[in-house]
């Protein structure tokens, strides 16, 4: 079945830079996008952007323009996310999903990666 | 760039009541890039409806959507015990690629 399994919880300093991983089976990993999405503790979801991992192009929501990576890794079908500059702000829930065939919402999500920043 | 609102913030019903949450877009959004998600506490979000109206699999026919431009909803039939959640709306809107989510709404045991 597909799957997406993310890394563990990460402990940051503010000023530091986190990598959350997310390996994805049960399908072809290069024939669908990823997306990343984050939430904050109590809040709503926010699109953080989205990696196309055949290619490995990226499209990333203004917001994080300049802090965030997206990378990929075709040989062990995971994606990447790496936050730089981090601030208490950055403290929630990273999920990877995976973008639907047609690409327009998100069809099979992982459990999530809780990043906390703190001093 | 599109604003998503959805309303209201929280609905306290009971279950076996109806529920009907609406999503509101700041400008027309195509039926196929709408979707909905559920989330339930500490789990990820799921896919209830996809292309406004069409049920992601798995999801009981007690969950409906419907809706177009900028009006969209959501319809909950009859409450389940488990049906008890939050629930996103989301779009997409392409050059370049954004997905944007509502604020959500909140389902809670009346």
């Known amino acids: 079945q597909v799957q997406l399994v993310q890394s563990g919880a990460e402990v940051k300093k503010p000023g530091a830079s986190v990598k959350v991983s997310c390996k994805a089976s049960?399908?072809?990993?290069?024939?669908?996008?990823m997306h990343w999405v984050r939430q904050a503790p109590g809040q709503g979801l926010e699109w953080m952007g989205i990696?196309?991992?055949?290619?490995?192009?990226?499209s990333y929501a203004q917001k994080f323009q300049g802090r965030v990576t997206m990378t990929r890794d075709t040989s062990t079908s995971t994606v990447y996310m790496e936050l730089s500059s981090l601030r208490s702000e950055d403290t929630a829930v990273y999920y990877c999903?995976?973008?639907?065939?047609?690409?327009?919402?998100?069809?099979?999500w992982g459990k999530g990666t809780t990043v906390t920043v703190s001093s | 760039e599109i604003v998503l609102t959805q309303s209201p913030g929280t609905l306290s019903l009971s279950p076996g009541e109806r529920a009907t949450l609406s999503c509101r877009a700041s400008?027309?959004?195509?039926?196929?890039?709408l979707a909905w998600y559920q989330q339930k506490p500490g789990q990820a979000p799921r896919l209830l409806i996809y292309?406004?109206?069409s049920r992601a699999t798995g999801i009981p026919d007690r969950f409906s959507g419907s809706g177009s431009g900028t009006d969209f909803t959501l319809t909950i039939s009859r409450l389940e015990p488990e049906d008890f959640a939050v629930y996103y709306c989301?779009?997409?809107?392409?050059?370049?690629?954004?997905?944007?989510f509502g604020p959500g709404t909140k389902v809670d045991i009346k």
């Open positions: 999903a995976r973008c639907s065939t047609s690409c327009n919402y998100m069809d099979v």
């Open positions: 400008q027309s959004v195509s039926s196929s890039y």
């Open positions: 990696i196309n991992p055949s290619g490995g192009s990226t």
């Open positions: 292309g406004a109206s």
């Open positions: 989301q779009q997409y809107g392409s050059s370049p690629p954004i997905f944007t």
């Open positions: 049960g399908y072809t990993f290069t024939s669908y996008y």
